[in-house]
């Protein structure tokens, strides 16, 4: 199971890409944070969207 980076809920519908900032770790955005924009913090520092 894949947990969502903005709000840490399981997630099965969702979108997934390399962090922007050090290009290691995964995104993971559930439909309702994408559609909220709701924002969220990597364990690098990178703050999204
Ligand atoms: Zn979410
Ligand atoms: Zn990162």
């Known amino acids: 199971m894949?947990?969502?980076?903005?709000?840490?809920t399981l997630?099965?519908?969702?979108?997934?890409?390399?962090?922007?900032?050090c290009r290691e770790e995964t995104v993971i955005r559930c439909a309702s944070c994408r559609k909220s924009a709701n924002s969220y913090i990597m364990e690098c520092g990178f703050v999204g969207p």
């Open 2 to 8: 894949k947990t969502c980076s903005g709000c840490n």
């Open 11 to 21: 997630v099965v519908d969702f979108v997934q890409f390399k962090c922007p900032k």
